[in-house]
């Protein structure tokens, strides 16, 4: 009877448990399938159906109505917009040494298209305003907010060349109104995608690739995976967006991490987890950058200015990359390239406009990332270096910043008249800067750290791509001792030379044993 | 008389042929961890040295309760008697086919150079390779608890120690392995760790019988 109960018990138990377990399998959704749900925006987010509202249901022909119209309800968004970097082109930033200095593409000096100074109507293509005031500047008020080149959601918004941050003026701005909506990666990468004058030639891990991206090339954004959207992870308070790039930045503040939404401890190999302590997850996670396109490595200005028959030419490579373009120089580029690596505690100098130049042999830093072994709070994360040859002044030891941009030959920027000494003294004027009339090219330096493309875990470094005695990723980084990449001469010679010597002390014992042997059983023999 | 006497009891064995497993293993793969050459993959060879160390502290173990219940230490301590015969036999008599300089016995199975050696092995290069090899595993937990005052800054000091003392123990290896050749005949001693027994010429009944189960442990050749 008591048997019977329990082999009851124990076969009702059996079968609550099987069942709770087809039910559950049943029920439990796909990883992927959640990561896509909490991520992804295909799941529609929107909170108002703008094509309902009558303020938008009229015929727009210029920009600044639509501006109007949203403002007249989101009436205090523009002062988000007002004190953000993407508007005012600068930022509040604490560079350790210098304090506390206003900086960012107003004003800074970079070594692609050099600076905006002098420029901005070509380069305010990418400003979030529609236009420059009287004097060619970026104009900050209110009615000047380009509301649609974020988030239009049509793909049909777009920027005219040259024109200050204009749009198109043709375009159906109606049409484009009525669909706003949260931005995409298409709004974030017509800008972000092609900055330094092209496709991929700044980042080299964001391009116009990863607007439709396969799992290989990014695994957070793939249209095959969960197509994150930017904003995912660039999570944005009152239009402060958070995430930025060392290249402009120089605080450890509003940064993403992967942590954020993987924890500090992803790994269920604890090692793995320890390497995060010393180690940024893009290190591992991002084996290469510029995966379908190429990115400039090296622009050499110095060559700029040579024409054909008294006109600028271009040439271009076997994947159609310019190498040479009379108005900027010469190229180098590089597809599938494996990061440098560098220790970073997130922080950051930068050379500052009309800083001098202590030694001009050396080349020039122009961000300095800040960070060592020793620091506790530096990590190695992977950069893509961009080297340059640029214009500089050689007797006020200044980077120069050239006027490039004009509209007309006789204007005396770069890119129609084709003369340095003309083009830095009036790219000098408007930065306010001295210029001695001497014209000279100059080696530069830039750090663009790389967080996008990240791979599958698939095809993250092999742990033997760093411990290894030769060609480890981590070659360079010398400030520490890794294992299998490092030992130490001494112990390495002494050990070495301990086994020879026992080895050949042992072959020598042995063959005299043999030898002794040998002879005492002839003479007995 | 010769006799054959149980010299390497049940567990001496397993002790010992573990123990030569496990140091050749870790040795194996220490040396790719090192950088020396690339077999398993490093992360293979990561994950096997760290089982292979688990296991080493575990026999570690055993093998000390082992030596401290049966009063087997003893035979490790060292002693400048015969020292000197034992290098001249070494350097000069094993030539000439001379006899050991001493016999050995249940009561001391090792002459004063291994004495010296294995006490050397069990008291500074054992210990050193696991207290580094547990450094080298753990250094970081005493920070990452927020135990800053004990937080060893770099591992380089601990690798270092780790790879000297496995220098040393391969050395080891190496001369050991030539000497088990070294006994009565080239492989009575390998015979010996094996199967326990070894022949061994009595000359006094008094001697054998000093082990401490005489009856089980000798048998008539």
């Known amino acids: ?525 | 008389m010769k006799r054959k006497v149980l010299i390497y009891k049940g567990f001496e064995r397993f002790w010992h042929w573990t123990q030569a497993f496990l140091v050749i293993f870790l040795a194996f793969t220490g040396f790719e961890i090192h950088g020396v050459y690339s077999f398993l993959g490093y992360r293979e060879a990561v994950r096997w040295h760290n089982i292979a160390a688990y296991m080493f502290l575990g026999l570690t173990a055993f093998a000390i309760f082992w030596h401290l219940t049966t009063g087997e230490w003893r035979q490790y301590l060292p002693t400048l008697r015969n020292l000197k015969a034992y290098l001249e036999f070494y350097l000069f008599g094993i030539f000439r086919n001379a006899p050991h300089p001493t016999k050995k016995t249940l009561l001391s199975k090792l002459n004063p150079l291994q004495r010296l050696t294995y006490l050397g092995l069990k008291v500074a290069i054992f210990p050193v390779s696991v207290v580094s090899g547990l450094l080298y595993m753990f250094y970081r937990y005493p920070t990452r608890h927020g135990i800053d005052w004990i937080n060893i800054g770099s591992l380089e000091i601990v690798a270092v120690v780790h790879t000297a003392a496995a220098f040393l123990l391969v050395t080891f290896l190496i001369l050991h392995l030539y000497l088990i050749t070294t006994g009565r005949t080239i492989f009575s001693n390998l015979h010996a760790m094996i199967t326990g027994y070894e022949e061994i010429e009595e000359e006094d009944e008094q001697e054998t019988h000093a082990g401490s189960n005489p009856q089980k442990e000798v048998l008539d050749a």
């Open chain 1, 1 to 525: 009877m008591r048997n019977t109960a329990i082999v009851l018990l124990v076969l009702g138990i059996g079968t609550a448990v099987a069942l709770k377990l087809l039910e559950s399998g049943e029920i439990e959704k796909s990883e992927l399938t959640l990561l896509r749900e909490k991520f992804s925006r295909r799941v529609p987010r929107k909170k108002a159906d703008h094509t309902k509202f009558q303020l938008l249901q009229r015929n727009f022909t210029n920009p600044r109505e639509v501006t109007a119209a949203c403002e007249s309800c989101h009436n205090l968004t523009a002062q988000e917009i007002m004190k953000s970097n993407h508007y005012n082109w600068e930022r509040q930033e604490y560079i350790k040494g210098r304090g506390i200095v206003y900086f960012g593409k107003k004003n800074a000096v970079n070594n692609y298209c050099i600076a905006t100074t002098a420029n901005e109507k070509a380069c305010a293509k990418c400003h979030v305003g529609l236009g420059l005031d009287e004097h060619g500047k970026l104009k900050t008020d209110p009615e000047n907010i380009d509301c649609m080149v974020c988030h239009d959601t049509t793909g049909t918004y777009m920027k005219a060349p040259a024109k200050g941050g204009e749009p198109v003026m043709t375009l159906d701005f109606t049409n484009i109104a009525e669909n706003v909506g949260l931005p995409t990666r298409n709004n974030c990468g017509v800008c972000h995608f092609y900055g330094g004058g092209g496709n991929n030639v700044k980042h080299g891990d964001l391009e116009m690739a990863m607007f439709y991206p396969t799992r290989d090339v990014d695994v957070h954004m793939a249209v095959d995976g969960i197509d994150m959207q930017c904003t995912d992870c660039h999570r944005t308070r009152e239009h402060n967006i958070s995430g930025k790039l060392y290249t402009l930045s120089s605080m450890n503040r509003d940064r993403v991490f992967c942590s954020d939404c993987h924890t500090d401890t992803p790994h269920e190999d604890n090692i793995l987890n320890e390497h995060g302590l010393k180690v940024a997850c893009q290190t591992c996670h991002i084996p290469t950058y510029a995966k379908v396109n190429a990115t400039v490595t090296y622009w050499d200005w110095s060559t700029a200015g040579r024409l054909k028959d008294g006109k600028p030419y271009s040439e271009e490579d076997a994947d159609g990359n310019h190498v040479y373009l009379s108005k900027k120089g010469s190229f180098v580029w590089g597809k599938n390239l494996r990061p440098d690596y560098v220790w970073f505690n997130g922080t950051a100098s930068h050379y500052l406009p009309g800083d001098r130049i202590d030694d001009p042999s050396k080349p020039v830093v122009l961000n300095p990332l800040y960070g060592s072994y020793e620091d506790e709070f530096s990590k190695i994360i992977p950069v893509k270096i961009h080297r340059a040859k640029q214009v500089y002044d050689p007797v006020n030891k200044i980077i120069a910043m050239p006027k490039l941009f004009g509209e007309a030959t006789g204007s005396g920027a770069f890119w129609v008249d084709f003369d340095w000494q003309k083009a830095v003294e009036l790219g000098m004027k408007e930065a306010n800067l001295p210029f001695s009339g001497h014209i000279d090219f100059i080696e530069t330096v830039s750090y663009w750290p790389i967080n996008h493309m990240v791979s599958p875990k698939e095809m993250a470094v092999k742990c033997e791509e760093c411990h290894t005695r030769q060609g480890s990723r981590l070659a360079e980084i010398r400030d520490f001792y890794m294992p299998g990449r490092d030992y130490s001469k001494p112990v390495e010679y002494a050990g070495v030379g301990l086994i020879l010597f026992a080895l050949l002390g042992v072959t020598l014992h042995g063959g005299l044993r043999l030898y002794f042997a040998f002879k005492r059983n002839r003479r007995r023999g």
